[in-house]
């Protein structure tokens, strides 16, 4: 068991995504070892980010041997709690929710869509890669009575702070929102927001701040 | 024109994005002004965390009286390049650039889908919310002769190099990336990845590092 790691920022955990992926691909590489100079060239940091980052789990690295690579793959799978599967449910089939139960990176990362719910009754009863759609009237009952630990919400930004609640009310302790809008939860549950345009924002700065165009 | 703000880090750029929401949010709710400690509030994020990362952008708040909502909005705008319109093109119109064109966050934030491109002939020339998918082939040319500024790829992770390296070549400096790959890019275009598993995996280690569960 991983112990609690209140440390660790944000954006660390974000890198440890990171990580894991890019000794995913050096594993692939053959790769036995990788130096932090090395990792930090590959993922655009620098090599003190990433020992700082790494340093968090123990002596990993060897002086002069660098990291051993699926060692600390596996070790970060582990913090991430991604050595393991995760039930999901998705609440909207709309564009995004469509793209999303489709989306091959939450199962290859243990993401897995076990129940769909949506309030169209066009959609109620359809089929989704196997998973028949649920209506969201019943989503309360439906989850406490599920094994679903993670809600993803692509519902309209108008309806989603009702799902919230009746997904919280279920007992759901982590959400995953899409719609654009600052839904409240209580204090026990993690809430994560994923607004698509925040990183065309990150482009848009990078432009008007591009010392070689000023 | 804004200064070049080096100092700033990738996550302060994110909670600038934040901010300009939340702000946009107080102004319609009609505050005038708005404390370090209230903004901190609605965030979940610390009073000092807010002033620092604000604190970049020159005397902003009068001590007691908080940082005027609309001019701070205005000037966040600014800094993220938000306080004007981006023409975009989208390569790739599968189940994740689908739900793309019609992301109504992107258009929100000035940014405008004005070209879409796809190599698969059943798509090539159908219509997506009025533009007309060109055929990838000819991405080179068009996206040359082109206003385009920002590229988002949401092609299959086999052909996203390729693609990449046209629009490279095409003279795009600004690329947002779907495919779950790391791509090459030279050293003056900036490219920006989004994997939507990062989020669940965010949600997936809060779980296991609950000290509530341990």
């Known amino acids: 068991m991983v112990k609690p790691q209140l440390r660790i920022s944000e954006s ?43 340093s968090f789990f123990g002596s990993f690295g060897t002086r002069g041997l660098g990291y051993p690579v699926t ?29 999303l139960v489709s989306y091959k990176e939450f199962q290859k ?20 890669k196997g998973i028949i759609v649920s209506d ?13 630990e993670i809600v993803v919400i692509a519902v309209p930004s108008l309806v989603a702070q009702m799902i919230v609640d009746d997904v919280v009310r279920a007992g759901i302790k982590a959400i995953l929102n899409f719609a654009p809008i600052n839904l ?4 026990d549950v993690y809430l994560r927001n994923e607004n ?10 990078s432009l008007c701040n591009d010392e070689a165009q000023l």
């Open 12 to 54: 660390t955990i974000h890198r440890l995504s990171i990580y894991y992926r890019a000794l995913n691909r050096l594993e692939r590489e053959n790769y036995e070892t990788i130096s932090s100079k090395e990792l930090a060239k590959r993922e655009k940091l620098t090599p003190a980010q990433v020992r700082k980052d790494l």
């Open 109 to 128: 990362q243990g993401f897995r869509i076990r129940k769909i719910f949506d309030n169209d009754q066009r959609k109620i009863g359809s089929n989704h």
């Open 184 to 187: 409240k939860v209580p204090d």
């Open 136 to 148: 969201a009237d019943d989503i309360v009952t439906e989850l406490r009575d599920s094994k679903i």
């Open 71 to 99: 060692e600390l793959r596996d070790k970060i799978a582990e913090i991430l709690g991604i050595n393991r599967s995760w039930s999901v449910a998705l609440v909207g089939v709309g564009n995004i929710g469509s793209a």
């Open 196 to 205: 698509m345009a925040m990183e065309l924002e990150y482009l848009s700065f």
